[in-house]
């Protein structure tokens, strides 16, 4: 459920930075929303694993959530700090996600 609320604030968050993007308030509220959602799918995954409830995963899969969840973290980190001196351009850092995710899945392969 504390997931499903910071889902739910992602789209006022998004109105707020949309309506004041020089606003270094408004890009701060939206990089710690998704740092804060991003915390709480960490630790729900971590719950599943502690649970045995990825039992049928392999465990390389296990090991790219982590990573995965844990890179999502580092990069919202950054946005927020970003936010507080470079309010319009702090949210390219979430650009740094998808690219992190390609190179994990590169470096995946190769071990």
Known sequence: ??????????????????????LPVASFFFSANVLLLCIVTFMEWRYAIAKELTEKLP?????????????????????????????????????????GFFLLKKAGKKT
Do not use: Q
């Not at 844990?70 to 390219?92: E, G």
């Open 59 to 99: 465990p390389e899969h296990l090991k790219a959530g982590d990573l995965k969840n844990f890179y999502s973290i580092i990069v919202a980190a950054i946005a927020c700090v970003l936010s507080l001196y470079l309010a319009a351009t702090a949210l390219w850092a979430f650009m740094l996600i998808p690219i």
């Open 1 to 22: 459920m504390i997931r499903l609320l910071f889902v739910i604030i992602i789209p006022f968050s998004f109105v707020l930075i949309g309506s004041y993007p020089d």
